[in-house]
């Protein structure tokens, strides 16, 4: 319901047509079980509410989803080209210096053949030396535990995405 008090950005996302606010939701996480969940939810009293649905969603989500989630991020060090979203969460490697950047690219490559996806981290605020040293860290992972840091990290993400919508004037 919306309110005086309900941001203009989630009174918009409330009222939205199913679809397009599908395709919002899409746009902050590529997992359509999670879309769908959140579209079912509507409307949501507040921010809050929103980002309590979106946590309980992530946590339901299967290996299947995970992956369906993932497949909507580019590897760090490579945002997708006209995704602002996507540039703006890795601006820590936009200055990163071309031995960093190769760097990445190895270690990326090597994460995606043991593990079978992307690296996933939300870079938000990180800098390019701490993206690599994370990497550097989680390849040692089993798939099991990296699984769940993945979920972990898709959440972050996921809450700032949402935070954003919420936050949008119209």
């Given at each position: ?23 919002a939701l899409l746009e902050a996480c590529a997992a359509t ?42 590897p760090i060090g490579r945002p997708k080209p006209g995704d ?9 490697m936009a200055g990163a210096s071309e031995e960093l950047k ?69």
């Open positions: 319901m919306t309110s005086t008090s309900t941001p203009p950005g989630l009174a918009r996302f409330n009222n939205l047509p199913a679809d397009a606010a599908r395709s079980a999670w879309a769908d969940r959140l579209l079912a939810a509507r409307p949501y009293a507040g921010p809050d509410d929103l980002y309590a649905a979106g946590d309980a969603a992530m946590a339901e989500l299967t290996a299947a989803d995970l992956a369906e989630a993932m497949a909507g991020h580019p602002p979203a996507s540039a703006r969460e890795q601006r820590g190769a760097e990445m690219l190895e270690l990326n490559l090597a994460y995606q053949e043991k593990f079978g996806h992307v690296f996933l981290i939300c870079a938000t605020g990180r800098t390019g030396e701490q993206m690599r040293d994370a990497v550097r860290e989680r390849i040692g992972n089993s798939p099991e535990q990296e699984r769940e840091i993945v979920r972990a990290e898709l959440g972050r993400i996921n809450r700032i995405r949402l935070a954003r919508l919420v936050e949008e004037d119209a």
